[in-house]
């Protein structure tokens, strides 16, 4: 795989299908360099819809690119190990600015 002499940087990452207001996501091996709403992807490795909440994986496949040395996004990474496909803690996925404060308090300053 890759240009040359050049490998790809593989990711699996979530790719938004679907319509306005009904979420759904497809689970996608892609280079890390495309945009997530590109629609160029090597391979589909599972779905989730949100609205259901039926998360499906290729785990088979999954396991094969990550032994390639295909990264996952963090959020991948959490079902991963939600569904004791691999182990290790969960990551947090949510932003990492500083905590809000009360109206009260941004007044007085």
């Given at each position: 795989?890759?240009?040359?002499?050049?490998?790809?940087?593989?990711?699996?990452?979530?790719?938004?299908?679907?319509?306005?207001?009904?979420?759904?996501?497809?689970?996608?091996?892609?280079?890390?360099?495309?945009?997530?709403?590109?629609?160029?992807?090597?391979?589909?490795?599972?779905?989730?819809?949100?609205?259901?909440?039926?998360?499906?994986?290729?785990?088979?496949?999954?396991?094969?690119?990550?032994?390639?040395?295909?990264?996952?996004?963090?959020?991948?990474?959490?079902?991963?190990?939600?569904?004791?496909?691999?182990?290790?803690?969960k990551?947090?996925?949510?932003?990492?600015?500083?905590?809000t404060?009360?109206?009260?308090?941004?007044?007085?300053?």
């Amino acid at each position: 795989m890759g240009y040359g002499n050049i490998p790809l940087m593989l990711k699996i990452r979530l790719q938004r299908v679907g319509r306005k207001n009904d979420p759904a996501f497809r689970v996608v091996l892609t280079d890390s360099k495309n945009s997530a709403k590109s629609g160029r992807f090597k391979e589909i490795l599972g779905s989730y819809n949100l609205k259901k909440g039926e998360v499906l994986f290729k785990q088979d496949r999954i396991v094969y690119w990550m032994s390639k040395g295909a990264q996952v996004s963090d959020t991948i990474h959490n079902f991963l190990v939600s569904q004791k496909v691999i182990e290790g803690k969960k990551k947090n996925v949510l932003s990492k600015k500083s905590p809000t404060k009360p109206k009260k308090e941004l007044k007085k300053s």
